[in-house]
């Protein structure tokens, strides 16, 4: 006898869900840049050209100096350089031109090429394009400035005193960075809370209205306001608060350069060239730090952002349809057999049942998880694509797409459903004819989620599509029970037509509904109590089949 097979409705989601956001957290930009991998070298390509443009910030701070500089000298020395001063300006100025629109567009190709979730997506921008390419023009420009003025500017001194300062702003920036960490990401979850809540009051308006709760359901969203909003303000605090810091530390620097210039070309230390020279290469570097700071936010945004779309990419599912792994059968009869079976989330068990095909065997309760395990039984090691083709299934509440009922009823079948398929499995749920009586025949379209048709057309329609593909076993799932008697007789035509030669599994409280089935199966307290023919069952005495036979004839 097999080991019991348990049905888990993946209990332990929460804590996988936490472990998940845990290694996430770790490291996401590495894998939002990973995701960029088929636009590598367009990447490459933009970083590269990038580093090029941030050239053009050290070199504009050197020609303004030498400009400068140049209005101190003869007329005739004056004109020469500010000629020459002129033609490198507007040399620099084409180089920017040409170069800047090159990087946008390279990085926007990358971006526009990883489609995530509109919302998230914007955020995630910020991090992948944004900020990629203002990092790389912030480290090339700061690289840039030190280098050139510690080999190129002879006044070591002064460049030395501005370089001590200037990684304060860098502290800052990391500082802003770890305060802000969770605030983004506990705001999310807030929000999708609120907006949850929303649109449940919204989608059940009547019943609100109903209820005269509206004052409660605007208490209840304000609730859930409350922490983000407490959050933001915070963020904004620290946001603001960092990036004044910033520009604190960034007039620092410009009050430290000429402060300490003033003294060493009073002193003869360094030349007045020398002091603008400093001040525009190093100072610029040290502004390009202080606008990064500004995209501390953004980037914890977008590290959070990254977390969500991660937490589906990873998320796998206990039955994966595109496996191609497992075993199919050649000629399948439609048996159900459950041996040692258990199901872990109530009491119910089965330690053998045996239905040879084809029979119709209703269920009159707990037949609601036997329906929704059927894929997850002892038939696992079989390849699920071909396993669900061998069942169809008709719920209670039938979901039709915004389509025509031709789309409708070949959404069953895999691949092309040709028109003859169509049309035989319509007549054999008794559905042909009322399409045939519409305009447009099985051209009409049926309405989101077939508002356009009754709930009798809609069930045989969705019967059609169930046995469109010619399943071995058939489940009806209270195909029936939100139906008036007309509907239900002419539901019920259609049940007895697709029901031959296969095995039918019908969950119905309706008792007409399971009257001529070759098996009735009740379940009481989790174990099967009675098992048999309509007559059969009828005969038992104090028998719980009869019972409910009685109480459904008194009541009707």
Same mark, same amino acid.
């Given at each position: ?15 996988? /869900?936490? =472990? ?50 140049? *209005? ?11 000629? *020459? ?19 946008? #567009?390279? *990085? ?22 944004? @900020? ?5 023009? @912030? ?20 460049? !030395? #005193? ?44 009547? @019943? ?73 290469? !190093? ?15 953004? @980037? ?69 998880? &036997? ?86 057309? =809609?069930?045989?329609?969705? #019967? ?11 489940? &009806?799932?209270?195909?029936?029970? /939100? ?7 002419? !539901? ?65």
């Amino acid at each position: 006898m097999p080991d019991p097979t348990e049905f888990n409705d993946a209990l332990d989601l929460e804590e996988n /869900a936490q =472990k998940v956001q845990s290694a996430l957290k770790k490291a996401p930009i590495g894998r939002l840049f990973y995701l960029n991998k088929p636009e590598a070298f367009v990447l490459a390509l933009g970083s590269i050209t990038a580093a090029m443009v941030a050239v053009q910030f050290p070199i504009f701070g050197t020609l303004v100096s030498t400009a400068i500089k140049s *209005f101190y000298e003869p007329a005739e020395e004056l004109l020469k350089h500010s000629r *020459f001063s002129a033609i490198m300006f507007v040399a620099l100025g084409a180089y920017a031109f040409v170069l800047n629109p090159i990087v946008n #567009i390279m *990085f926007g190709i990358a971006v526009c090429s990883t489609s995530f979730n509109p919302t998230d997506a914007l955020i995630v921008k910020r991090l992948v394009g944004d @900020t990629l390419l203002f990092n790389i023009q @912030t480290i090339s420009t700061i690289i840039l400035a030190f280098n050139w003025k510690l080999a190129m500017v002879a006044n070591w001194k002064l460049a !030395l #005193i501005i370089t001590v300062v200037v990684p304060l702003v860098g502290f800052q920036s990391f500082a802003q960075m770890k305060l802000l960490v969770g605030l983004n990401r506990n705001a999310k979850l807030k929000y999708e809370e609120a907006s949850q809540l929303a649109t449940d009051a919204v989608g059940g308006i009547r @019943t609100v209205a109903a209820l005269c709760a509206e004052k409660n359901v605007m208490e209840m969203y304000d609730k859930k306001c409350e922490s983000p909003i407490r959050e933001g303000i915070r963020e904004g605090v620290v946001g603001g608060l960092g990036f004044g810091f910033s520009f604190l530390v960034f007039y620092f620097v410009y009050a430290l350069c000429f402060y300490v210039g003033a003294h060493f070309v009073q002193h003869g230390i360094a030349t007045f060239p020398e002091v603008f020279r400093v001040f525009f290469v !190093l100072v610029l570097g040290t502004g390009a730090i202080s606008r990064a700071s500004a995209l501390g936010g953004d @980037t914890n945004k977008a590290i959070d952002a990254a977390v969500s779309i991660f937490e589906i990419l990873d998320s796998k599912s206990k039955i994966d349809y595109s496996n191609e792994e497992g075993v199919t059968i050649a000629n399948v009869r439609g048996d159900i057999d459950f041996q040692n079976v258990r199901f872990k989330n109530c009491c119910t068990s089965w330690e053998e049942w045996k239905w040879p095909s084809p029979q119709r065997l209703p269920s009159l309760r707990g037949s609601m998880t &036997l329906i929704s395990a059927t894929s997850f039984s002892t038939v696992r090691k079989l390849k699920v694509s071909w396993l669900r083709l061998q069942v169809g299934l008709a719920g209670q509440e039938p979901v039709l797409f915004n389509d025509t009922i031709r789309a409708n009823i070949a959404y069953g079948k895999q691949g092309e459903a040709s028109e003859e398929a169509i049309v035989a499995a319509a007549e054999a749920a008794n559905t042909h004819q009322f399409i045939s009586a519409l305009r447009n025949g099985y051209n009409t379209i049926v309405g989101e989620r077939g508002i356009q048709l009754s709930g009798g057309q =809609k069930q045989r329609v969705a #019967i059609a599509r169930a046995t469109v593909k010619d399943p071995r076993v058939l489940l &009806l799932d209270e195909a029936t029970s /939100a139906l008036d008697a007309e509907s239900e007789r002419g !539901l019920q035509q259609a049940l007895d037509t697709v029901a031959i030669g296969r095995t039918t599994v019908v969950v119905a409280h309706r008792l007409s509904t399971i009257r001529g089935a070759d098996i009735i199966a009740v379940l009481k307290n989790g174990t099967i109590a009675e098992k048999g023919k309509h007559e059969e069952l009828m005969q038992l005495k104090d028998g719980s089949y009869a019972s409910l036979v009685q109480l459904g004839s008194a009541s009707a």
